[in-house]
């Protein structure tokens, strides 16, 4: 089955680049800087900042639903990124970690889940979206718990 991963648009998260760290501190988000590699996933990219890049370590939003699902996280994003947004391919980020993999249905109710490596995701994308019901699939970081990617039929 064909499936299309997404990271997050970029837009909605530019302006942060400009504020004052006590402006960020406001919005429950914060300045950092990468101090070793693959430990700081940018989400709007889906690659992982260098030590030494800057990102915002913010609060978002990833499941809005209406649901007893609805739920927030710390995420990290790198200013002057792309949104990742490419069909039957898994970046390298995700490849690396292990997975957390949520389906959802229109509702937003969780249907199902599994873990896997980055590796064996593509088994695991087609074993959810066997099930009908599974309207769309957000990965997470496993070992952190956080938020990764959207991932939808395509």
Not at 55 to 69: D, K, V
Request: include cysteine; charged fraction near 25%; charge should be negative.
């Amino acid at each position: 089955m064909h499936f299309r991963i997404t990271g997050l648009p970029a837009e909605p998260f530019a302006e942060l680049f400009t504020l004052s760290d006590e402006a960020l501190w406001e919005r429950r988000a914060m300045r950092v800087t990468a101090d070793r590699a693959h430990a700081y996933p940018c989400r709007v990219s889906l690659t992982d900042a260098e030590p030494g890049q800057s990102l915002i370590l913010l609060n978002y939003e990833h499941q809005p639903a209406n649901s007893p699902f609805r739920s927030t996280y710390a995420i990290y994003i790198r200013e002057g990124e792309q949104q990742f947004d490419r069909m039957d391919d898994v970046p390298d980020q995700l490849r690396r970690r292990l997975l957390s993999v949520r389906g959802f249905d229109v509702q937003g109710m969780l249907r199902d889940a599994d873990v896997a490596q980055g590796t064996a995701l593509e088994p695991v994308i087609d074993r959810l979206f066997a099930d009908e019901q599974i309207a769309y699939l957000h990965i997470h970081m496993a070992k952190p718990g956080c938020y990764a990617a959207r991932v939808d039929r395509a």
